[in-house]
């Protein structure tokens, strides 16, 4: 018998079964705070999703797609300092 128990939070955070969970909630953040961590594109730039460490970004027109893609490793340097962990390798723009 067990002498104790574990806190939700240890057990979500060490337990293996939870990786799958715990990738996908990390990955929804990074979305979910994009106007948080820019809040000057949100007139311009929404963050639509991360997939296998790709963060996916709708922009207005082809002048800030351009103006973002070069100040792609800004964006994930500022991303990943958020977050203060490799959460952003490369953007991918989408229509």
Known sequence: MREGFNKISEVFKS?????????????????????????????????VKV??????IRVENPAWRSELKFRESEIIEKVNKFYKEERIKFIRFVS
């Open 15 to 47: 337990e293996p079964a939870f990786d799958g969970l715990r990738k996908t909630l990390s990955q929804s953040d990074v979305v979910n705070n994009f106007n948080k961590i820019f809040p000057e594109l949100h007139k311009v730039a929404v963050a």
């Open 51 to 56: 997939e296998k460490k790709a963060l996916c």
